[in-house]
């Protein structure tokens, strides 16, 4: 090893260079990262504002949209009462059990309610038919325009009073109640 340094001055000089490149390189390593790091900071600090712009906007869509008149809504009853409302879901009713081949017993309106900005207007159906009937009126009421949903469903098997000894002769009786919906009436001004 002495053989490489030939002076005391060069080697206090080699040793000097290599604890400042010692030095040098572990400054390095702590200052790179903390660099690296409040780079990323304030990238994820513009990144936080935009995300904030984007959320403001879109408050203040909702808050516009929420403050507009209730759109026309695809499916409801366009009437001006939920008499005239329950009039039609009575005749797409009624159209539906003939159409489906079966016998309309009665129809009757129900007590309408509200659910948030529409009003539900449910009928009640009584009719007879066998279930391939059954089955065809259901897709019928199901797939309407307007929307109608059966609420409730009671089936039951229709008994011949002649026959005591033949009790089902595949005739059905039905009990449903159909509900179709309509936006409520603006407040008359």
């Known amino acids: 090893m002495t053989g490489l340094v030939a002076t005391p001055a060069a080697s206090r ?10 030095l040098g390189l572990a400054a390095a390593m702590i200052l790179v990262p903390l660099w690296l790091i409040d780079r990323q900071h304030e990238e994820l600090a513009a990144i936080d504002q935009r995300v904030r712009a984007i959320h403001a906007g879109l408050a203040n ?12 809504v695809q499916g ?19 159209n539906a059990v003939v159409v489906s081949g079966g016998e309309l017993r009665s ?7 509200e659910e948030e ?9 009584t009719f007879t038919g066998d279930s391939v009937m059954l089955r065809e009126f259901l897709y019928r009421i199901e797939t309407s325009s307007p929307v109608l949903l059966v609420e409730r469903l009671d089936i039951t098997a229709e008994q011949s009073p ?9 005739d059905i009786q039905v ?3 159909i509900v179709g919906w309509m936006r409520q009436p603006e407040p008359q001004s």
């Open 13 to 22: 000089a080699a040793a000097v260079a290599i604890l400042l490149a010692l």
């Open 162 to 170: 002649d026959d005591p000894s033949n009790v089902w002769q595949g």
């Open 175 to 177: 009990a449903a109640e």
């Open 107 to 113: 129809v009757e309106l129900l007590p309408t309610r």
């Open 117 to 125: 900005r529409f009003v539900a207007v449910p009928i009640r159906v």
């Open 61 to 72: 869509q909702a808050q516009q949209a929420g403050s507009e008149a209730v759109p026309d």
């Open 76 to 94: 409801t009853i366009e009437a001006q009462s939920p008499s005239l409302a329950g009039g039609i879901i009575q005749e797409l009713t009624g």
